[in-house]
């Protein structure tokens, strides 16, 4: 099926228009600007907008509330150092059964070098779109990328990446002696609460902005927390980047 497919993306000013191979996986798809226009009109049922990513220091165009939440959880995701949106289109020869193009809603570079695209569809419009995506996962791996379809992220890690993500910009960030410390307050584990009072007394500093501190660097990973139950003050946190344990961990003040 991928016989003739082609692969058109924007990179370095040109429209590049390459044969479907091994040899695509060179491209810099990470840097590519969207292949097509988000388009918009009145009543559109979509939201659409742009994302400030912390993770290319960029804005990176969605085109739905869903899209926004994977962009989020890439984000979040220390092994993701590229993303863009729309970032090529599959052009499937003239007579192909199903479709004749597609553009995948996202090309993502992880830190291994490999590449990873991925479409994003509401859990209940999967099937609708299954020849679709197998044609594309098909394509991927011709071209040696990993393949994606995002649904959405369960409940309650959705809502606490939402409240972690506004403190991903650059103003929450510690300095680096400050994070140092703040690493120190809940080494090897401390309850949120307890680690923020530690840390406020080592750098005497207000307690409200040692917590967006560390709100922060829960965010990029530099702390770690379960973000499979409920974000509490008694939640543990562990200065390690493994996971840390699922129940709640009260540490003396």
Partial sequence: M??????????????????????VSSLVLESALPVRAFFAWPGKRNYEGLWWSSTVRAHVGFESLL???????????RDVVGIASQPFALLWPRGTRGSRWHVPDFFVRLRDGTGRVVDVK????????????????????AAG????????????????????GGYRQDR???????????ADSFAPKASLAAGVRRASRALGA???????????????GALAIDLDTPLAQNAAVSSAAAPVAAAAWEAAS
């Avoid at 016989?3 to 479907?20: F, H, I, W």
């Fill in 2 to 23: 991928t016989d003739g497919t082609r692969v058109l993306a924007r990179l370095d000013g040109r429209m590049a228009n390459a044969p479907l191979s091994g040899a």
């Fill in 67 to 77: 899209e926004r939440d994977f962009l989020l959880s890439a984000d979040h995701d």
């Fill in 122 to 141: 509401p859990a209940g419009r999967v099937r609708s779109a299954e020849r679709q995506f197998g044609m594309t996962r098909e394509a991927c791996e």
């Fill in 145 to 164: 990328w990993d393949y994606e379809v995002f649904t959405g992220l369960a409940e309650p890690r959705a809502s606490n990446l939402r409240w972690l």
């Fill in 172 to 182: 929450f960030a510690p300095e680096d002696a400050a994070a140092a410390a703040l």
């Fill in 206 to 220: 207000d307690e409200g902005i040692v917590r967006a501190h560390v709100l922060h660097l829960l965010f990029t």
